[in-house]
């Protein structure tokens, strides 16, 4: 129809003209809602489906653990403070690592120090990536097999590109949609690359979810410990709905905390300060603060963030060595097994 040639059309007398002129609009609306419509739901669909675990894959069976089907509710309002009887969180440890396969040293840190203060049976780590490398990650291979408490595996996941329906602008983002999806699978405990574990964590697989949450801040998405049916997570998930792609920490924190948390905060066991998740730039990279091993559970190590007084641009295992401030002793202490100065 479309397709007529213009000299017939031409040869129409203008009321004809007129009438094919409003089916070729009709026709061209209809094409355009049925495409919208299509989009929609091709998007809907990925939005669900992209990084969907392979569940599969028998990871359960590697632990023991028969609490994954509780579910909770308002009865007990002050179960976020007692906590359950038994460890109601499985004991896995999760890290996230999209787009670049090479591991920073700041993360064999990380792994390293909850190897050693944690302890968890499994440690899983999510990549879009099918190999991940570099020295740093041949050294976690390396510790998979010369420690046989915990298992180390690469779990391969894609990458989200959506969220209902709305475009991630970030890899940031990507990411935590990623921790959310990951928790709602299995629960157990989500760590940021650069979180340092100071001490076990198992006290805090008592909760519902346990999270840092610094006073008059938004809560800090760093170290998340949560069962996979906790009753925030989901809230948080569904939230996504309102994503607001421009803005950094909306979705991650600023939304959670006003909507839920700040109105129910029972949803949660709150940890202020000893979860590490506020500024402690200071403390770490221009200061020797003899205390970090008692103050704290795990402290977010802020790397990108410091001021680089000390003329180093990417710590290594040679330059912790004598790297006289608080993270040097932490990072020595994962790295070589004690804090002392070594040169
Ligand atoms: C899920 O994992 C199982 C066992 O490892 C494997 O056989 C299967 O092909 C996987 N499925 C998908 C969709 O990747
Ligand atoms: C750790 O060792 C287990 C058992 O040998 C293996 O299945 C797994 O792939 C290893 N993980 C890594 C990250 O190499
Ligand atoms: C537990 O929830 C109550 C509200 O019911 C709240 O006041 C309290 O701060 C919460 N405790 C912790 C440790 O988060
Ligand atoms: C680290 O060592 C240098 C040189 O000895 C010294 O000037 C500085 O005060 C020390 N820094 C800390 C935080 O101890």
Not at 40 to 49: K, V
Not at 224 to 253: M, Q, V
Request: positive net charge; aromatic residues 14%; proline residues 3%.
């Amino acid at each position: 129809m479309i397709l007529l040639p213009i000299r017939r059309l031409l040869s129409y007398d203008c009321g004809r003209l007129f009438i094919k002129a409003r089916k070729v609009t009709i026709l061209l609306l209809t094409l355009f809602f049925v495409f919208s419509i299509l989009r929609i739901i091709t998007q809907h669909y990925r939005t669900t489906t992209s990084t969907t675990l392979n569940s599969t894959e028998p990871l359960w069976n590697l632990i023991e653990y028969q609490y994954g089907n509780i579910h909770f509710d308002d009865h007990d309002g002050t179960k976020n403070e007692t906590g359950f009887d038994v460890s109601i969180v499985p004991d896995i440890v999760h890290y996230i690592q999209l787009k670049n396969p090479y591991l920073e040293f700041v993360t064999l840190i990380s792994i390293m120090s909850t190897l050693r203060h944690h302890r968890p049976r499994l440690l899983l780590i999510h990549s879009d990536r099918k190999v991940l490398r570099g020295k740093y990650w041949d050294q976690v291979k390396q510790l998979n097999k010369t420690q046989t408490y915990t298992i180390i595996r690469l779990n391969h996941i894609k990458q989200p590109k959506y969220i209902f329906g709305k475009k991630l602008s970030s890899v940031y983002h990507a990411s935590d949609i990623v921790r959310l999806r990951v928790l709602q699978q299995f629960g157990g405990i989500y760590l940021d690359n650069d979180v340092y574990v100071v001490r076990s964590l198992h006290r805090f697989r008592v909760f519902e979810f346990a999270i840092g949450w610094p006073e008059d801040q938004f809560l800090g998405t760093q170290v998340l410990i949560c069962h996979r049916n906790a009753r925030f997570l989901k809230l948080w998930y569904e939230s996504y709905r309102e994503y607001k792609p421009t803005l950094w920490y909306y979705n991650a924190g600023e939304l959670p905390t006003t909507k839920f948390l700040e109105k129910q905060p029972n949803l949660v066991h709150r940890e202020k300060i000893q979860f590490g998740v506020h500024y402690l730039v200071d403390m770490l990279y221009e200061e020797q603060n003899p205390f970090w091993d008692k103050m704290y559970y795990a402290i977010h190590m802020l790397a990108r963030h410091r001021s680089h007084s000390d003329g180093i641009v990417y710590f290594n295992e040679d330059n912790i060595k004598d790297y006289n401030r608080t993270f040097g002793q932490m990072a020595r202490l994962a790295y070589y097994g004690s804090k002392n100065i070594l040169k």
